[in-house]
């Protein structure tokens, strides 16, 4: 049974840092990635990474945020820097089983940016 484990929300200030960590059990996994959405719109990619470290950032992280992964670990990260009160969102994350790419969804953590 695959099961996702998100840490790292929280309530920052504009121009701060937060990291978020989902570990995922339960199976190996090709696509690790997080998604968000945000008060009244629609969920959102941010950044995915496969297995084998390639990655894609939506045009609203580039060069903010950073995704990366412990395979040993099954563990995706994303390191959000400089951060904007657009950014304030409910951030999930979003695994591919290897086996069938079937997808699963964390419960989502809520990250704040406000002054």
């Known amino acids: 049974q695959v099961q996702l484990v998100e840490t790292g929300g929280g309530s920052v200030r504009p121009g701060g840092s937060l990291r978020l960590s989902c570990a995922a059990s339960?199976?190996?996994?090709?696509?690790m990635g997080w998604y968000r959405q945000g008060p009244g719109k629609q969920r959102e990619l941010v950044a995915t990474?496969?297995?084998?470290?390639?990655?894609n950032y939506a045009d609203a992280a580039k060069g903010r945020f950073t995704i990366s992964r412990d395979n040993a670990k099954n563990t995706v990260y994303l390191q959000m820097n400089s951060l904007k009160s657009e950014d304030t969102a409910v951030y999930y994350c979003n695994v591919k089983r290897w086996s069938d790419d079937y997808n699963y969804w964390g419960q989502g953590t809520q990250v704040t940016v406000s002054s």
């Open positions: 339960g199976s190996l996994f090709s696509m």
């Open positions: 990474i496969t297995r084998g470290g390639s990655t």
